[in-house]
């Protein structure tokens, strides 16, 4: 909301600079988020109120004027253009040197004066644009007829206006006098309340209109007032200059007195045209479902039978607490005026300007919260200014309907509790000061305890830490020391995937990868990417009603896409390996209820490895870089792992394997299928990993394996077997590792793949490098040879292998 | 005593010929010249004494052996010499140019959100805080109702929601969480009773535009205490000691009054600025206000204690929510948001 200083300062007086101002409110109330100067660029000196004294015609020019204006220092006369100038008039007068807005170019300069069409002009009668108060350039700003001759413009229409946004829970606080209350209780001033006096004539507004609530649900409180023979004209300028600086438009007296009534008090008023009320008549009730009214603004809408309506003897006027109708709105040719403020069901209002799509200053106001004794207040406050702006008699009395009154709550403060709660004792006469300030009617009952009325616009206030709330914010809480938590720890929860996922990411990094974070939001086409239609729970991912952009518009159920596009965009700009993972979830829906999170770690790599002197073009990266990584990743957290051929969709066939732990496969890792690659933009090997964090967890030791390292010299031996060129080496390195005899253990590792030449057609051969331990001797050559012996034979027997060059 | 002519001879030819050696196989040479294990000259002569006279024998026979141990010594000083040279020749003319590139090694890294959201953990942890975790993808009673903002409330304002297109009986009820709040609701279901100290770490979403300070997807920490005799002051400590390990220990804090229905009282806290020190002139990080806003939090509302199960006249707590990539920006003075989730290596790789 916008905050006017002058305002404000009718109701409080404020002397300190405008930052600290800022600052305090900030602290207490809401949030400043900045502040206008209005008359920064004014000078003092040059720019001051004249009154306009004589009028004559320009010898050389029809459209032209003579003006003699008086600013204090003796009559001056200036050529003016203006069709509004007039004599008596009290107008802003600029001499040379002051620096003005050009009203054609729009660009500031300092005023240079000139003879025009011959004749010389003492300085300029200044219009709004010309002030940088507005865009009007039409004629000049007329003052108010008090206006003191020769005073400074800066010190005349000067102001601040705050940018500042308020609480959901605080609707007292979309009006001046709100803040008024609360500038108040902060710096300790006394606060002015606005004028409500008025006289009444002897019509009786009882006798010119009923209304009855039909729905008192809804509508809590109604008043209706009426005012007779207004006549309808501009609102004086200080009231339209007002109204601007909150940024609502000038219309005419009626209407700009509500607007400003609303922005004094908080309290939205609705004006009707009384004469146009069918019936005389005014029904506040549920509209029926599908009936329409064109409201004000010229748009026809539909209302459902949760939406309230105001009515006449025959049909909607408006819709309660979000705008009025077109039907019977006031305009110049307005007569009497039928005034209405009214309290409604906050959720209600609500509900109805969400559905409508039509959030107005009334609606953000009353959806918030209002105090039922407001529409009264703001009957008077509003009769007040209807009898001094309008030239209109206020009928006697009010219509009031009061169906939704209710006993005035009190609420008990326990001192202790205050305590509880901030943390610090807050003097009995501090409490009573802060609460009285804001308001509220506290007593201090002996030993310990506040009984607390809270004022009738807080509505907010329902418990005791409510307006302890109240209390340590004007107290402050600078005063707060700071402390540390006491008491026992809670037991922690066990969270082995979370743990597992942080290792997991932190092995990922310490093997060269790149963590990244992608948008977990997706769309249809790239997830179908790597998800086949044949994996019904992938390819049916869970979709977003409003998704930020269309590309973001379903969860993502494989983090496959994301890694290639990050890939992708990546090798754009990067050379060499490129080497990047994630880890998050995929998003598995599951029918009515809230999908699995499934934490995934994917990694996808490419490119060429760096030589020696960084720079790109080394050997290629290929399969057995991914499936390293995954070894190693594996080995990191003592999972013993198995690869197994896969066909996987979006996979290249041949050279992708599945990750497996014990029997169950825990992940995926191979080269991406270069059609799939290419829809991604990538057209070089790229290979991808894939491992499902959760599975991993059920495969995790409970410590690692362990075996101390034997005290007596292990021996090697190199041996090459020929095999089927089917026979996979995992399995021969397998048999190699378990084969055992007594005490004697092997361990073996694989350091060549040879087909070709000496080796028959649909052989290959294995070169196998065994070292053999026992941890209870030394072994001589003749142990060796026979648990060599022994794992020939079985390797001969299973894979039918034979030893080469024996 | 004197040495006879012939062992004075064949020591000053050895030690000339030794002397004469300028590497390795020249010593090698020397060695088999005289102490070859057949032909060695000193071999020969060691080997001759007994070819002496009786009476001769162990005058002679100890003078040979001293000459064996002062060529074996002179060898050995020599080597010594070679070794020494060959070294100051490594660094000397040999040195390498030492600023050359190291041979590349691989070498991935945390994005910094992950890092910054580690810390942050750590500085909580360190306070008895554990990490709970909770769903993504939420129902609106955990992220709304059950932090007090029923439907129709204008509070439902301060967070635009990304709804789930799964109906429920009809309904919509399935979103992203907008923040981390509903887990405070989750931890205290599953929490018989009091004490409770978590932080729940996670992304939360928003349906809004993005600029340089605001993404759509967003990382939270969220904190819990709940206990008998917890207070604001506590909250304060607690927040102080946090922003002093993030942003340094010579910051400062301080609360101002803000409003979230699930807390009462509600705060933002704000550090002092770190990059201007508070003089005020066009600071970009803090507008020239001197205060960096950095979370909201508060003291949780009773009614949620007593939702729990607690008797909320004597158990009191604390919530507050802070966005752990603002808090990365702030640290690393990183200017746009919006480069976080980018993904772009060459922003990741620094960090
Ligand atoms: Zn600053």
């Known amino acids: ?806 | 005593m004197s040495v006879e002519p012939s062992l004075e001879g064949l020591r000053e030819e050895a030690l000339a010929a030794l002397a004469s050696a300028s590497n390795e196989a020249g010593l090698e040479q020397w060695r088999i010249t005289f102490f070859g294990r057949q032909e060695g000259r000193m071999t020969a002569l060691l080997r001759s004494i007994k070819d002496r006279r009786v009476d001769e024998r162990a005058t002679f026979g100890a003078n040979a052996n001293r000459l064996k141990q002062e060529l074996e010594g002179a060898l050995e000083a020599k080597q010594q010499d070679l070794k020494d040279a060959a070294l100051k020749a490594l660094s000397t003319d040999s040195a390498i140019d030492v600023t050359l590139p190291g041979r590349p090694q691989v070498l991935g890294r945390l994005h910094p959100v992950t890092q910054t959201m580690r810390d942050c953990l750590k500085a909580f942890g360190d306070m008895g805080f554990r990490v709970a975790e909770g769903p993504e993808v939420e129902w609106d009673r955990y992220n709304f109702d059950g932090v007090r903002i029923p439907e129709d409330h204008p509070a439902r304002d301060m967070w635009d929601t990304i709804w789930v297109n799964t109906l429920i009986e009809g309904k919509r009820h399935m979103l992203l969480r907008t923040h981390t709040s509903p887990n405070q609701v989750r931890v205290l279901e599953r929490t018989p009773a009091p004490p409770v100290r978590v932080v729940v770490p996670g992304k939360c979403y928003r349906q809004e535009a993005t600029d340089a300070t605001h993404e759509w997807m967003l990382t939270q920490i969220e904190g819990l205490a709940v206990d008998e005799g917890v207070r604001m002051t506590d909250l304060k400590g607690v927040l102080y000691e946090w922003s002093r390990q993030m942003f340094g220990s010579d910051r400062k804090i301080i609360f101002h009054h803000s409003y979230f229905p699930f807390v009462e009282p509600g705060v933002e806290m704000a550090i002092d600025c770190f990059i201007c020190r508070g003089d005020g002139r066009a600071c970009h990080t803090c507008h020239g206000t001197g205060w960096i806003e950095i979370l909201g939090a508060g003291m949780v509302h009773p009614e949620i204690i007593e939702t729990a199960g607690y008797d909320s006249s004597r158990v009191t707590g604390f919530a507050f929510g802070l966005g752990v990539e603002r808090v990365a920006l702030l640290r690393w003075g990183i200017e746009d948001i919006r480069n976080f989730y980018a993904n772009d290596v060459r922003f990741l790789q620094q960090f």
């Open chain 1, 1 to 806: 909301m916008k905050l006017s200083l002058n305002w404000l300062r009718e109701f409080v007086d404020v002397d300190l600079p405008v930052p600290e101002l800022a600052r305090l409110l900030i602290d207490a109330t809401a949030e400043v988020e900045s502040w206008e100067t209005i008359g920064a660029q004014w000078d003092a000196q040059r720019i001051r109120v004249a009154e306009v004294v004589a009028v004559e015609p320009h010898p050389n020019a029809d459209r032209l004027r003579l003006v003699t204006v008086e600013a204090g220092h003796g009559r001056q006369q200036v050529v003016c253009g203006a069709p509004n100038v007039a004599v008596g008039q009290k107008i802003a007068f600029a001499t040379e040197g002051a620096e003005l807005v050009d009203g054609h170019t729009g660009e500031r300069a300092k005023l240079k004066l000139r003879p025009i069409r011959g004749v010389e002009s003492a300085g300029m009668v200044l219009s709004e644009k010309e002030l940088g108060l507005s865009e009007n350039h039409e004629g000049i700003l007329v003052l108010r007829p008090e206006a003191p001759i020769g005073r400074p413009l800066v010190e005349e229409l000067g102001d601040i206006v705050f940018d500042i946004s308020t609480w959901a829970n605080r609707a007292d606080l979309l009006g001046v006098l709100g803040f008024a209350r609360e500038t108040a209780a902060i710096t300790g001033k006394a606060m002015r309340q606005p004028a409500l006096s008025h006289t009444q004539s002897a019509h009786k507004v009882a006798d010119a209109i009923t209304v009855e609530i039909e729905d008192p649900d809804l509508c809590r409180r109604f008043t209706a007032s009426l005012i007779e023979n207004v006549s309808i004209g501009p609102s004086p300028q200080w009231m339209q200059e007002r109204l601007q600086k909150s940024g609502m438009r000038p219309i005419n007296n009626v209407v700009d007195i509500t607007n400003y009534v609303m922005l004094e008090t908080g309290q939205p008023l609705h004006a009707f045209d009384y004469d146009l009320v069918r019936g005389k008549r005014i029904v506040a009730r549920r509209a029926k479902q599908g009936e329409k009214l064109t409201t004000l603004d010229g748009v026809e809408r539909e209302f459902d039978n949760e939406m309230l309506l105001i009515c006449d003897g025959e049909g909607p006027v408006g819709i309660a607490g979000v705008m009025g109708g077109g039907n019977s709105e006031v305009s110049a040719n307005t007569r009497n005026v039928l005034l209405e403020i009214a309290n409604f069901r906050p959720g209600s209002i609500r509900r109805t300007s969400a559905y409508l799509k039509l959030r107005t200053e009334a609606s953000l106001r009353f959806e918030k919260g209002l105090g039922m004794e407001m529409p009264e207040f703001a009957q008077h406050r509003a009769l007040h200014l209807f009898e001094a702006l309008t030239g209109g008699a206020v009928a006697a009395g009010l219509v009031d309907m009061y169906p939704g009154r209710e006993p005035r709550k009190t609420v008990v403060v326990e001192a202790a509790r205050i305590e509880q709660v901030l943390g610090i004792a807050v003097p009995t006469e501090d409490v009573r000061r802060i609460l009285t300030d804001l308001g509220f009617v506290c007593h201090f009952v002996p030993p310990g305890k506040y009984s607390v009325q809270p004022p009738d616009w807080r509505p907010d206030i329902e418990i005791a830490d409510d307006v302890i709330e109240d209390i340590g914010r004007i107290y402050g809480y600078d005063k707060l020391p700071t402390t540390m938590l006491r008491g026992v720890l809670p037991a922690p929860e066990v969270a082995p995937v979370r743990e597992l996922r942080e290792r997991v990411r932190d092995l990922a990094a310490a093997l060269g990868f790149q963590e990244t974070i992608s948008y977990t939001l997706t769309d249809m086409a790239r997830l179908k990417r790597m998800v086949p239609e044949s994996d019904t729970l992938r390819s049916n991912p869970l979709g977003v009603v409003n998704p930020v952009a269309a590309q973001h518009a379903y969860l993502r159920t494989s983090l496959r896409p994301s890694l290639l596009e990050t890939y992708a965009l990546n090798r754009r700009n990067i050379d060499g390996a490129l080497r990047v993972f994630e880890v998050g979830f995929e998003y598995l829906p599951i029918e009515a209820d809230l999908p699995h999170e499934g934490t995934v770690l994917c990694a996808v790599l490419g490119g060429t490895r760096e030589t020696r002197w960084a720079q790109a073009g080394g050997e290629r990266l290929d399969f057995f870089d991914a499936k390293g990584a995954v070894e190693s990743l594996l080995r990191g957290i003592g999972v013993k792992a198995a690869f197994a051929p896969r066909t996987e969709f979006g996979f290249l066939e041949g050279h992708t394997a599945e990750v497996r732990a014990g029997k169950e496969a825990v992940g995926v890792v191979g080269q991406v299928h270069p059609d799939h690659a290419a829809m991604f933009d990538i057209d070089e090997p790229v290979f991808l990993l894939e491992l499902r964090v959760e599975d991993l967890v059920r495969h995790l030791p409970e410590r690692p394996e362990y075996s101390a390292p034997s005290k007596f010299p292990e021996v090697r031996q190199d041996i090459a077997l020929l095999v089927d060129a089917a026979v996979p080496a995992g399995r021969v390195l397998e048999i190699a590792r378990s084969h055992r005899s007594g005490s004697i253990s092997i361990s073996a590792g694989l350091f060549d793949e040879y087909r070709g030449k000496g080796v028959p057609e649909g052989k290959k051969s294995l070169a196998l490098r065994l070292h053999f331990q026992a941890n209870d001797r030394t072994l001589t050559d003749g142990d060796v040879a026979k648990v060599q012996q022994g794992l020939v034979v079985r390797l001969s027997k299973e894979l039918g292998a034979e030893l080469r060059g024996s």
